[in-house]
């Protein structure tokens, strides 16, 4: 397998630079001749999505083009198995790989102007035209620059296509490896999932509701790699990681009464009683007013992220001022407690007493997906963690010790390969939030086989995280993914399943 990942990395290569170039095919193209200013983004995978359905059929990622599909939400779908293998579908070890597709707004104008050489979806253009400088300031980490021709830029590069791309070529080793035993006893399902940037987990989500339900045991994940990337600028990359936090929304909608700014005694600020509740808000989480902690997935945290004025003009007392709080939730954290948190706050009282109305409430997401799929979930996602014990992550281990290790040429730079594997977790969210659901949830018949986590009336299958790509470069100018990392994922990626099934 460590072989067929370098031999096959050119392929994964040029898969990841095409499904990153995709909306450059869209974005300026008029509406009316079926251009999509928003390609790429939440909700606009489409033309990613159908060609990776397509090359996953090419290059034999899957036996038979009836092992591909899109569910309703938009989710792409294969399966890979060893039709001779004796063993019962449902006593086999069911591994889901999971990956999102979408990306950030790309600022194609911003890299063009701030970075010179390079595109937010070309890619690198010329390398002498680039400020390195520049670069450096804006990302977490980056090799010497003798060794930037392992890099591939772009939005997406690193948050998630180097994942998905992973998971493809990973289905495309197992498939031609099942001779010596690489899909004995296990199940691969692999997802593609859709709008996970602006509703974290809701692919998943999906499937928790509408696949798992009345399912048989091969259907019901064993485990799930989340193929997000696990490097950290100040610890190295591939980290195995088994835990994030969750988030939410918190959403603060103040209402006064608007009039003309010479007069403000006329009217009720909604804008600067707002100001005051986002201020009081910053100082109790800089005191840790309200915030735990956990000594593995860190202390929740609070930020205001999003707002929106209603006024007549720039001279004018607002009439409605609404803004929002993404509120990461450590273990032990209740969604109702951190909107209550809010709720309670002095500079609320005082707009209300003031004459204000202010509402705090949990927002519903209602974008459509890419196939008209109305998710309809409070925009809440829950954290979660896979014990260390958990044989899921010892096998984890094993693997990287098996494959990964051996292909790393050790290095002092803190940021570059271990050949030590490292257990960690995200700091930021995965779509790992959409597979916890309640513990006493019905209609989802998991066998004690499976070894799912409980933890605070919650229970998910086991998951674990292995990706390309650092947490400190995603979402910025500049984004970019190293190939060293990407072979060394796939090679991961494809010989997790066996080695689970045989553990």
Known sequence: MAELSE????????????????????????????????????????????????????????????????????????????????????????VYFDGHTDTVQALRPAWREKLGGIDAYDGLLDIEAVDRDFLRSQL??????????????????????????????????????????????????????????????????????HVLPGAPPSVI??????????GDANKGALGVYRGQRGRMQIEVTVTGRSCHGSMPWEGLNPLEYGAAIITEAARRYNEMDGFLDDPFLGHGTRTASWAHLDTPSDCAVPDRFTFRFDRRLTVGEDPEQARADVEAMDAVKVARDAGLTVDVS???????????????????????????????IG?????????????????????????????????????????PIPVDAPGIDVPSSKEWVEAGGFKHPPMLGFGAGYEQNTHKIGECVDRRE????IAFVARFPSAFAAD
């Open 140 to 209: 977490g980490y980056l090799p010497p620059d003798d060794e930037w021709d392992n890099l591939i830029f772009g939005r997406g590069s690193a948050d998630q296509l180097a994942g998905v791309v992973s998971q493809v070529i990973a289905t495309k080793i197992a498939i031609e490896l099942t001779s010596e035993g690489a899909l004995d006893g296990v199940i691969i399902r692999s997802y593609a999932t859709a709008a996970e940037e602006d509703n974290d987990g809701a692919g998943p989500m999906y499937v928790v509701k």
């Open 362 to 392: 949990i927002p519903t997401y209602n974008g459509k997906t890419w196939r008209g799929y109305e998710p309809g979930n409070p925009q809440v996602y829950m954290g979660w963690a896979t014990p260390e014990e958990h044989h899921a």
């Open 486 to 489: 990407l072979r060394l994922a």
């Open 7 to 94: 031999a096959y990395l050119p392929l994964a290569e040029e898969i990841l630079r095409e499904v990153v170039r995709i909306p450059a095919d869209y974005v300026d193209l008029p509406v009316d001749q079926g251009g999509d200013p928003d390609c790429g983004l939440s909700n606009h995978e489409g033309p990613r999505l159908e060609y990776l359905k397509a090359k996953i059929i090419e290059i034999g990622a899957v036996r038979s083009p009836d092992d591909v599909w899109f569910d309703e939400y938009g989710n792409l779908v294969w399966t890979a198995t060893n039709p001779d293998d004796p063993i019962d579908a449902d006593d086999k070890r069911v």
């Open 221 to 230: 994940p064993d485990v799930v790699i989340l193929t997000e990337g696990t």
């Open 395 to 435: 096998t984890a281990e094993s693997v990287y010790e098996s494959v990964v290790a051996p292909n790393v040429t050790p290095s002092d730079d803190p940021g570059a390969i271990s050949t030590k594997c490292r257990v960690d977790r995200w700091i930021f969210s995965t779509d790992g939030v959409g597979y």
